[in-house]
């Protein structure tokens, strides 16, 4: 690569670079993260039980699950950049941590989950 060339960013570097700011930005709330990339153009970040989130690099999107005292359906949200995130998503982990894992089992969205719906796996 030249010096006057300005490296070239894929859309895996995009995501990744992404999920990776929002793990530091949250670190700031004291809530930890994992970074997952299992596409190509797509990075996961995992928050917590059943708060799992989605970048393309562009966008963060995540689901939280229903609350029964506020609403009976999953509630799908988003963000256009990190701090915004950062913020609802730290809003949304200390909602959770005071509901039952096992509401947050049955309905909230998992890393496992998504991996399962989205590999081919043969049957045994």
Not at 96 to 104: I, N, Y
Request: proline share 6%.
């Amino acid at each position: 690569m030249f010096a006057d060339q300005a490296p070239c960013i894929t859309p895996v570097h995009r995501a990744e670079i992404a999920a990776q700011d929002l793990a530091i930005a949250l670190a700031r709330y004291n809530i930890p993260a994992d970074v997952h990339v299992l596409w190509p153009d797509q990075a996961q970040v995992s928050v917590y039980f059943g708060l799992l989130v989605h970048t393309s690099g562009y966008r963060y999107w995540w689901i939280v699950a229903p609350s029964s005292a506020e609403r009976r359906k999953p509630l799908w949200t988003y963000a256009d950049d990190t701090a915004t995130a950062a913020r609802r998503l730290a809003e949304h982990y200390r909602e959770l941590r005071t509901r039952p894992v096992e509401e947050l089992l049955l309905y909230g969205q998992l890393l496992a989950d998504v991996i399962l719906e989205n590999v081919d796996v043969a049957p045994v």
